[in-house]
């Protein structure tokens, strides 16, 4: 097939309209904020309930019962193991068969007083069990970071293990996890997108409703990748904080700044002089 007449005959000019796009991110519409609150408070109670799942699984794999090891060890191979989406959808789709048509997620939950959507409900719990694996690992690799002789001193001292965890090993794991904590919460803030299949109005669902209702594709999609990129970036602050507060620098990039870490490069100590190397991060 010749492809010239075709181009000759095809409009291929560049059309971005921009009042359109202007006037649809700012100010922002109701729907438009509406789907921006989604995805904040759906992946803070869902990276919040992953931490806590990562904690519990990464103790349980440590401990010296099997069952525990065992479960932990399946739990973190089945969720690590299969996409997001497909456990979304069981979740979500899935329940009600397995249950004998029991719905856990139905239109409207009554949730401590506050009225939810069973789907934002659901793609809590499947974001939630998914995080869980992955903290897991991280904070089990904290926990393995820290000097074993610790553990002995405090068992010298009476210390419960219970005790000896929460006084002694996890506030110093705390520099190791928080820096791959802190590019999970990231990642999730991105990862609710996948909402949108299961019809929830987030962020990337009012992009959808927008282009079908202009067809102004590009200007839709690019002005929610906008919103996107404006939380991510502030929560990359955010971190780069909490890092600082918490001594990770002492621990890995000393003296990284926020665009520095940005652009994927973090800042070694050589023992005589500082270099530039890359970062790396993402699962």
């Excluded at 010296?64 to 456990?87: A, D, K």
């Amino acid at each position: 097939m010749d492809l010239l007449p075709f181009l000759a005959t095809t409009n291929t000019s560049f059309q971005f309209d921009v009042d359109w796009f202007i006037h649809f991110i700012f100010p922002p519409s109701p729907v438009l904020l509406g789907g921006l609150a989604i995805t904040i408070y759906v992946s803070i109670i869902a990276q919040a309930a992953g931490v806590l799942l990562g904690v519990l699984s990464a103790l349980a794999g440590m401990s010296r019962n099997r069952v525990l090891r065992s479960i932990s060890g399946v739990y973190v191979w089945v969720f690590r193991g299969t996409p997001l989406l497909v456990q979304l959808f069981i979740v979500y789709f899935g329940t009600p068969y397995l249950l004998g048509g029991i719905d856990l997620f139905p239109n409207h939950v009554g949730l401590f007083g506050i009225d939810i959507r069973g789907a934002i409900l659901a793609g809590i719990v499947a974001f939630s069990v998914n995080e869980g694996a992955y903290m897991s690992e991280i904070v089990r690799a904290g926990i393995l970071s820290i000097d074993p002789g610790q553990t002995e001193a405090a068992k010298s001292l009476g210390m419960t293990y219970r005790l000896t965890m929460s006084r002694i090993v996890l506030p110093q794991a705390l520099r190791v996890i928080v820096p791959p904590l802190g590019n999970e919460f990231n990642n999730m803030l991105k990862t609710t997108s996948l909402l949108s299949v299961i019809a929830v109005g987030e962020l990337f669902r009012v992009a959808q409703a927008a282009n079908s209702a202009s067809f102004k594709t590009f200007e839709a999609y690019f002005g929610v990748a906008l919103y996107y990129l404006a939380l991510t970036t502030i929560w990359s602050a955010i971190q780069g904080v909490i890092e600082r507060r918490l001594g990770v620098s002492q621990a890995g990039a000393q003296g990284a700044s926020f665009w520095s870490r940005m652009f994927g490069f973090a800042r070694r100590t050589t023992g005589t002089a500082e270099v530039e190397v890359p970062s790396s991060g993402g699962h």
